[in-house]
């Protein structure tokens, strides 16, 4: 789903999930808030945060993107707010930092979570009040720029073990916006391949994709695509690609590229002195079935909250169940807290 720079993104779906992620999206950009993504890997977390950028008022400002996983702790800082010349070893210039090059628009920090303590504390302090300093630097700088993180980290979590800042958080969090996993969206998954289908036949050079056979829709359709959409992406334009006549439909999809009948396959390691393991504890069947019924039933419930964009009532419904029968559910399993009831049926 690759777009031309300066333009809003294309996100394709017509799934109900979808949709109401793409709702959410088109409601928060307008409002000039910091913004999490939250999202497993291939979901489309670095164009969801376009399409936040696009559809906000800093649409003609920069879009200054960073990996915290790809620089270590020190370089990641001096990327994010820059240095002086003679910062350290090597800085004979003055650098720029993304703060910097983002002024006035929108800086999209992949993989936050990763960030090292130090830098979230700057990165607080930019994000709270618009100012920092360079690297090396004792002159403050007044920033003005729009903060978009992304992650597929439990930052809560992080957050109450004390390896994200509490406080960062809590100003990133303004608003949270949760991608569906492609497994939460199967009736996508045509849709999109589809998509890029297409767009790969025309990268081929040729004028019309014929489509897949239905073996190949089920086999698209059966597959869990534990790397989301990219995955998707890469196995419909590979398979597209070993299609070698132009008129015939897809047949087959090929989702292992390295398989192969000459692919040397390692043998595993020879074990070392073989120790009797434990005598497994007696299984207890009651047990063992209700907590596989919970965990069925957590699912579910968990499942309709992202389906209906956490409309505690319409999930209720999508379920078959009372709104009381479906709270007191909620509180079972610990997904209720406090302040999450939705509004009377008087003010709907």
Request: proline residues 9%.
């Amino acid at each position: 789903m690759d777009h031309e720079p300066g333009t809003l993104p294309p996100l394709v779906g017509e799934s109900p999930t979808f949709l109401g992620m793409l709702d959410a999206v088109s409601r928060t950009a307008p409002l000039d808030r910091p913004v999490l993504v939250i999202g497993e890997r291939g979901t489309g977390k670095e164009l969801v945060a376009a399409r936040l950028h696009f559809l906000s008022r800093r649409w003609d400002r920069p879009l200054v993107k960073l990996n915290c996983a790809a620089l270590a702790e020190g370089l990641l800082e001096s990327e994010l707010f820059g240095h002086e010349a003679g910062a350290f070893t090597g800085a004979v210039r003055r650098h720029p930092g993304r703060f910097e090059l983002a002024q006035g628009g929108s800086l999209f920090l992949d993989e936050i979570a990763q960030c090292s303590s130090a830098v979230q504390e700057k990165l607080l302090r930019a994000v709270e009040y618009g100012e920092f300093e360079r690297v090396g630097g004792t002159q403050t700088l007044a920033c003005n720029v729009r903060v978009i993180g992304a992650t597929n980290a439990d930052l809560p979590g992080l957050a109450a073990t004390g390896r994200f800042r509490a406080d960062l958080l809590d100003r990133l969090a303004f608003e949270v916006i949760t991608l569906p996993p492609l497994r939460f969206r199967p009736e996508d998954i045509p849709v999109l391949a589809q998509h890029f289908a297409v767009g790969m036949s025309r990268q081929l050079g040729r004028s019309v994709f014929p489509g897949f056979t239905p073996g190949a829709l089920t086999r698209l359709q059966n597959h869990p695509w534990p790397g989301n959409i990219r995955e998707l992406k890469n196995a419909v334009e590979r398979s597209v690609h070993r299609c070698t006549d132009p008129a015939a439909r897809v047949a087959e999809i090929i989702l292992d590229p390295f398989a192969s009948p000459f692919r040397a396959i390692a043998a595993p390691p020879a074990p070392s002195a073989p120790q009797a393991p434990p005598a497994p504890a007696q299984p207890d069947p009651s047990g063992d079935f209700d907590s596989q019924v919970r965990a069925f039933e957590r699912g579910l419930l968990q499942a309709a909250l992202i389906g209906h964009r956490f409309n505690q009532k319409q999930a209720a419904a999508g379920l078959g169940l009372g709104y009381h029968q479906f709270r007191r559910l909620l509180v079972k399993h610990g997904l209720a807290t406090a302040g999450d009831d939705p509004p009377s049926p008087t003010s709907q």
